[in-house]
């Protein structure tokens, strides 16, 4: 099993910004890639942004892209999300996951228990 705990969530006012946090129970190179989703009431949870291994290769979801910003720091075996210029539409619970394998078996998703991000006036 693979524990991710979250942080940072809260209320911020629009055009502000945020930075979520997130910290696996395990050696975060060890995963194959991490990401971070936002899941609103009564949608699907949707990708926002995701990294590769130690820092490689990232991917945002359109609505984000210029806006946030996803990084690791392997020393700290964190993970991060910094937003910026956040709209009243990024309002969300975002999730932390994590790809990894258990042993050498079939990669599976592991999720964090979310935190809160509400962007309002």
């Known amino acids: 099993q693979v524990q991710l705990v979250e942080s940072g969530g809260g209320l911020v006012q629009p055009g502000g910004s945020l930075v979520l946090s997130c910290a696996p129970s395990?050696?975060?190179?060890?995963?194959?890639?991490m990401g971070w989703y936002r899941q609103v009431p009564g949608n699907e949870r949707e990708l926002v942004a995701a990294?590769?291994?130690?820092?490689?290769?990232?991917t945002y979801a359109d609505f984000v892209k210029g806006r946030f910003h996803i990084t690791t720091d392997n020393t700290k075996n964190m993970m991060y999300l910094q937003m910026s210029t956040l709209k009243p539409e990024d309002t969300a619970i975002y999730y932390c996951n994590a790809f990894y394998s258990i042993n050498g078996g079939a990669p599976q998703d592991f999720w964090g228990q979310g935190t809160q991000v509400t962007v309002s006036s």
């Open positions: 990294i590769a291994s130690g820092g490689g290769s990232t």
């Open positions: 395990v050696n975060i190179l060890s995963i194959i890639a």
